[in-house]
């Protein structure tokens, strides 16, 4: 599976971006969708998880703020964040998850002015 991020760039403390992955390939095979972030100096961490059923799961550090989608007729998932602050510079991942493999896209950078 491919995949291609979209949608980052620098934004004031408080503002919004929303994030865009476009998956290709052996979509059938995904089980779910994630985004994950790394900062510099720091671990990658998951952020959002969707599922084939729709369910979806957030970090405490992004519950309320960020919102995951995902639009399989586009084969398209989405990370809408709001309220943005310093903490939430890093640059953001899509992942795929199958069962027999992990794709991860080349990331979009976040930065977060305050």
């Known amino acids: 599976v491919r995949l291609v991020e979209s949608g980052g760039g620098l934004v004031q403390a408080g503002g919004s971006l929303r994030l865009s992955c476009l998956a290709s390939?052996?979509?059938?095979?995904?089980?779910?969708m994630n985004w994950y972030r790394q900062a510099p100096g720091k671990q990658r961490e998951l952020v959002a998880v969707i599922t084939n059923g729709g369910n979806t799961d957030y970090a405490d550090s992004v519950k309320g703020r960020f919102t995951i989608s995902r639009n399989n007729a586009k084969n398209m998932v989405y990370l809408q964040m709001n309220s943005l602050n310093a903490e939430d510079t890093a640059r953001y991942y899509c992942?795929?998850?199958?069962?027999?493999?992990?794709?991860w896209g080349q990331g979009t950078q976040v930065t977060v002015s305050s």
């Open positions: 390939g052996l979509i059938s095979k995904i089980n779910t």
């Open positions: 992942n795929a998850e199958a069962s027999l493999f992990h794709s």
